[in-house]
């Protein structure tokens, strides 16, 4: 009995209803719909089905647990779908290299709606997973994050063959999906399932990895990079049901190395509290920004599009957006926060908006970043187009 209608996933693209769908994924491939509305003999969606098109999963976590890891799986979300998140448990993107693709547009694109506790929350545990095209709505006040990279892990450990030994105490978890970084451990790495051990932070626990190797005693941590957020809608729903972050990372270095974040729409109509789309709480290499909108309602002296402390950020990408915040302060800057002096990317072709008439600070001077084509007022005036901000040198 096959898994999908396409059990060799789409390794030569896909056309659906005459459109083609830039997809890489190697792997299977399985749907999801709880949609009332079916095509011709389509089931109506269960986790009791296989899968298919015409057989489709009920929810996304069911169908992340008929994925394998590391195999390139893709999950179809279908028009109209519809899924509930009020707790920080329900739903974790746990598969290595999964991509989750919403199919549908305006109001038939798949919908996750935050609700119940301020503490609802996706864990991000794997690495190389990707979702796109779904609309991500706050029903409840100052919901904390929409995904959060799952707290760091290490411990001294070992690799014997296809065997990962965390020997020493470890601080965090270890879980399937988790991309594992140390002196001598082979780039790409990744856990595949745990092996031993009553939980995943238990010393002595062990678990295969995906490539055999020779590792002695060093200090290996687990981290979830290469995630993608594509096409996707951030939605308040009032000033006072919002969301005040979308992805925040962890203190592990580099866990969220390769953040991609682009083509994605942010409605931010919180009043309430601090928004800001992305907080990254560590050194971090090759994050893109690209080609967003994003639109805030809040009054404050808070970066709304990036905050990294004291962090820096290195091969940063950050060109296309058009951002706007009415605050009339920027002290920190207003889209972009940072008291680290080593950055090293670009930013460019981006249109920023901000009211503040003293300074107009949109990025923390400092940086070492490259800048081109930046437009944003200085002046706060509301009904004036901005300037070429850094100054043109």
Sequence with gaps: MPLTNFPDGFSHGLVLRNQPLVQLQPGAAFWVTNSNTLLRNQKPGSNNNRGTFLDPFGTITFALSMCQQGRGDIIFVGPGHQETISDAVTLAFNVANVAIIGIGQGPLRPTITFSTAATANILLQAGGMSIQNILFQANFADIASVVTASRGSSATSTITGTTFTAVGAITGVFVPGMVLRGTGVTPGTFITAQ??????????????????????????????PDFLIDNCEFRDTTSVLNFITIVTGNATANALDGLTFTNNRISSLGTTAATTAIKVSSATDRVQIKGNYGNWAVLNDTACMLAAGANNITNFDFGGNRLNKPNTSSTGGSFIS???????????????????ASAGIWIATGTKLAFSQNFSPITGAADTSGLINPAAA
């Design 195 to 224: 092996l031993t051990g009553a939980t995943s932070s238990t010393t002595g626990s062990t678990f295969s990895v995906n490539q055999s190797q020779t590792v002695t005693s060093t200090t290996i941590t687990g981290t979830t």
């Design 338 to 356: 940072t008291s680290g002096t080593a950055w090293t990317g670009h930013c460019y072709d981006n249109y920023l908006w901000q009211l503040d």
